[in-house]
C-alpha cells in the first residue's frame, strides 16, 4: 500500500503566480479531501470528492483556489493567483466510504508564497 | 459556531510519565470523534469514537468518549520520546460526510 500521493513535496513561487497541487490516492478509497494546515487555523477542509464527483467546496476560500477530480486516481488543487497569505501545509487524504472511515493522509505540500 | 478544544495546547514531561490530553466539542448533529497523531509529515489514524464510556485502546494509548459532557480524553501511559507529535482531535458531524471539525492540537514533548 503505498498511501496518499502528494506532489511536489514543496512549493516556492512568487505573488501572482499560478500553483497547482497535486494528489494520488490510495487505490479503491472512493472518498478524497482537501486540507489546508495552518498554525493559525489549524486542519482545515477546503473541498472533499466522492466518486470523483465534488461534494461540498464550503471551505474553498475564493475563487483563486479551485480543485478538480478527473479520474479515481488522481486529484488537483490549483490557486491563481497565489498570495501570501495562501502560505500553508496542503493536505490530500482519501478514505474508502464517507462515514465511518478513518481519513489516511498525504504528507501534505508546504506552499511558501512570497 | 461549530468547534473542537483541546488542552493543554502544549505538554512536557519526562519519558516514563502517563499523560491525559483533552478535548471538548460543541457541534452540531455530532457522530464519531477522532484521534490523529501528527509528527513531522502526515496525521495518522488512532481511534475513532462513537459510544459514550467505551474504551477504546491500543498498546499504552487509550482513549474514552462523554457524550453528554462532551469531551473526550487521549491516555498515553509510560511515555516514550517516540510519542512526541501533535495530538489532534476531530469530529465528525452527521452531515458533514467526514467533514472534520479538527481542534488545534496538544503539543506533547516526551524528554529523555
Known amino acids: 500500500d503505498a498511501g496518499v500521493i502528494q506532489s511536489p513535496r514543496h512549493e516556492v513561487t512568487e505573488m501572482g503566480q499560478e500553483v497547482t497541487l497535486r494528489c494520488k490516492p490510495i487505490s479503491g478509497h472512493n472518498s478524497l479531501f482537501w486540507y489546508r494546515q495552518t498554525m493559525m487555523r489549524g486542519l482545515e477542509l477546503l473541498i472533499y470528492?466522492?466518486?470523483?464527483?465534488?461534494?461540498?467546496d464550503s471551505g474553498m476560500p475564493e475563487d483563486r483556489f479551485s480543485a478538480k477530480m478527473p479520474n479515481a486516481s488522481f486529484s488537483t488543487l490549483k490557486i491563481q493567483p497565489s498570495e501570501p497569505r495562501d502560505s500553508a501545509v496542503y493536505f490530500c487524504a482519501s478514505s474508502t466510504d464517507i462515514y465511518n472511515s478513518p481519513l489516511h493522509f498525504g504528507n501534505g505540500t508546504r506552499l511558501t508564497v512570497t | 459556531e461549530d468547534k473542537v478544544v483541546q488542552s493543554p495546547l502544549s505538554l512536557v514531561v519526562h519519558e516514563g510519565d502517563t499523560v491525559t490530553l483533552n478535548c471538548s466539542y460543541e457541534v452540531t448533529n455530532f457522530r464519531s470523534l477522532l484521534w490523529y497523531k501528527q509528527e513531522k509529515k502526515a496525521p495518522t489514524f488512532l481511534f475513532m469514537l462513537t459510544s459514550s464510556g467505551i474504551e477504546k485502546k491500543s498498546g499504552r494509548l487509550s482513549s474514552i468518549l462523554d457524550k453528554k459532557e462532551l469531551f473526550s480524553i487521549l491516555n498515553i501511559t509510560a511515555t516514550q520520546t517516540g510519542d512526541s507529535a501533535v495530538y489532534l482531535c476531530?469530529?465528525?458531524?452527521?452531515?458533514?460526510?467526514?467533514?472534520?471539525?479538527f481542534g488545534q492540537g496538544t503539543r506533547l514533548t516526551i524528554n529523555p
Open positions: 476531530a469530529v465528525e458531524q452527521v452531515q458533514g460526510a467526514q467533514k472534520l471539525v
Open positions: 470528492f466522492n466518486n470523483n464527483v465534488p461534494i461540498d
